[in-house]
């Protein structure tokens, strides 16, 4: 079985795949893909760097992930752009080994954690047997985000805004996790998913 983990930026993403990969589920990090595929070298940072400039890259030609940021999240046609390098490989690399780990180990959980999976649209769904959205009233996730990132209520709404809405993710979920009341109500909820699912 697979399931697609999403939610919004500060939700706890995190804290719940650390509870089902403590359980035994297998995690594939779609942060850590993106991460990968802008280390120097790779193919992908060098077409970011092609269409957004050398002064989003530092002098040993990895990438200055605040200069990109800077430009993104003050300019939505600029995301795009980005995103449509970026997202159909990550796609790719997601598919290739959410196939490998349910071939190795047919009897696991193969989890996806996937920030943008909506934002994606049907690209991305049609992967998954459910989707667990990991959910934040937005107050508290602006609350969460600034704290988090040390930045200031109008960065945190810029960042907000380049997602879909946490209320509206919730709506769509097959299983939702209500992060909000502190890490032993959010372990029962995911105890609860684990047994229901039979996995263990």
């Known amino acids: 079985m697979n399931i697609g983990l999403t939610g919004g930026i500060a939700t706890g993403k995190s804290t719940v795949s650390s509870l089902l990969v403590a ?3 297998l995690l594939i990090d779609a942060d850590q893909i993106a991460r990968e595929i802008m280390l120097p070298g790779h193919p992908i940072l ?20 605040k200069a990109l940021g800077n430009i993104i999240f003050t300019n939505p046609e600029e995301r795009k752009v980005l995103e449509s390098i970026t997202h ?16 190795q180990y047919p009897n696991k959980l193969v989890v996806a954690d996937i920030p943008l999976l909506y934002e994606s649209g049907s690209a991305y769904e ?3 047997d459910e989707i667990m959205v990991v959910y ?20 945190a709404e810029n960042r907000l805004r380049a997602q879909q809405d946490i209320e509206w993710k ?13 890490p032993e109500e959010t372990e029962q909820q995911i105890e609860q998913f684990w047994r229901r699912k039979g996995l263990g």
């Open 23 to 25: 359980r035994g589920a």
């Open 46 to 65: 060098s077409q970011v760097a092609e269409h957004f400039g050398q002064a989003i890259l530092q002098e040993d030609g990895s990438l200055n992930r």
């Open 88 to 103: 159909p490989a990550i796609r790719r690399i997601i598919r290739e080994r959410m196939v490998d780990y349910e071939a």
């Open 126 to 128: 049609d992967f998954f």
């Open 136 to 155: 934040i009233p937005r107050e508290l996730q602006l609350e969460r985000l600034m704290k988090r990132d040390g930045i200031n209520e109008e960065q």
């Open 170 to 182: 919730k709506e769509r979920a097959d299983i939702v996790i209500d992060n909000r009341f502190g």
